[in-house]
Structure formats: C-alpha cells, structure tokens
C-alpha cells in the first residue's frame, strides 16, 4: 500500500530553520499532487504548501517567503524547507499525496518553535 513517512521534525528556536522529509512508495510523486498540512492543538488541519506532479506550488499566505516545498522525483521525496520559524509554526506537520481522487496521509512529524 502507499506510505508516506515524514521526518525533521525538531525543536528549533524562534527564527530558526527546519526541513522535513516525506519519502513517499507505491506513488511516484511525479505524478502526484503533493502537500504538506498541519494541525496545532486545538485548531483544524489546514494547508501549508503543494506542489504538482509539474512542479506548480501553492503556499498558505501565513507562510509565503519563510517555506519552499520541493522533490525530488527520482528520490520520491517531498521536502519542505522552513524559514524564520515563528512560534506560532507550531504544529504536527502531515504529507499528503492525491492521485486518481484519493488522498494518502502520511503518521506527521512534530515541530515545535520556542525559544
């Protein structure tokens, strides 16, 4: 079945860096729709950034000019590149494949911002 497993979750001070990994099998993410979601305590999941099969990105405006999502077809990885990290980036972050009208969650990775 597809996996998707997520890693790089940290504790990073406030202004720091971070970059997960979702290393995805039995999808080729070249082909499928990729994103990166997190859910604070208490709050609904919501959408950090996708990426297309053709490499198109989309970013939530909270995080616009702090992360870069890419991949790297060959490895089947996502990643998300994250800057200026702000406390309020606290979360689990979750990968997310959708292909052929199915999506696909990856268990999350936890990144904690606090100094």
């Known amino acids: 079945q597809v996996q998707l497993v997520e890693s790089g979750g940290d504790l990073v001070q406030p202004g720091g860096s971070l970059r997960l990994s979702c290393a995805a099998s039995r999808i080729s993410v070249s082909l499928a729709t990729m994103g990166w979601y997190r859910q604070a305590p208490g709050k609904e999941r919501e959408l950090v950034a996708s990426?297309?099969?053709?490499?198109?990105?989309n970013y939530a405006d909270s995080v616009k000019g702090r992360f870069t999502i890419s991949k790297h077809d060959v490895k089947n990885t996502v990643y998300l590149q994250m800057n200026l990290l702000k406390p309020e980036d606290t979360a689990v972050y979750y990968c997310?494949?959708?292909?052929?009208?199915?999506?696909?969650w990856g268990q999350g990775t936890q990144v904690t911002v606090s100094s």
């Open positions: 990426i297309t099969g053709g490499a198109s990105t």
């Open positions: 997310k494949a959708y292909y052929i009208g199915r999506n696909y």
